[in-house]
């Protein structure tokens, strides 16, 4: 197979794993949504019913503030609290595994391209 070949398969392969990561993502975070609605239910209509996604919207910001300023630590809710933690950081390293890999690949495709 010619290096170009296998280079568009890696990438289409990155590509939809990237969006299964973050479809899996969102899911996990609307759970967490959930848990707060049915836990918290004031608080969660006092925050505007945040919900995860990656489509710009009121309820998206929010949720994305929620967790970036650790507000979910004022819930007094130990268990909710180490989800949204787990949550946070796992964002964190999806993002950073997303862009490096991609980094790397459109590198793999630049030396490709040009040592022919």
Request: charged content about 25%; some cysteine.
């Amino acid at each position: 197979m010619e290096a170009e070949k296998a280079v568009a398969l890696v990438a289409l392969g990155w590509l939809i794993g990237s969006c299964l990561l973050m479809t899996r993502s969102i899911r996990r975070g609307r759970d967490l949504a959930e848990a707060l609605a049915t836990r918290h239910p004031a608080t969660y209509e006092a925050l505007g019913r945040p919900r995860p996604g990656y489509l710009d919207s009121v309820r998206r910001t929010r949720f994305a503030q929620f967790v970036a300023r650790h507000e979910f630590r004022n819930l007094a809710d130990e268990w909710l609290a180490a989800q949204f933690e787990a949550y946070r950081k796992s964002e964190a390293r999806l993002v950073v595994a997303i862009l490096a890999s991609g980094v790397l690949l459109a590198s793999l495709a630049f030396a490709v391209r040009h040592a022919a």
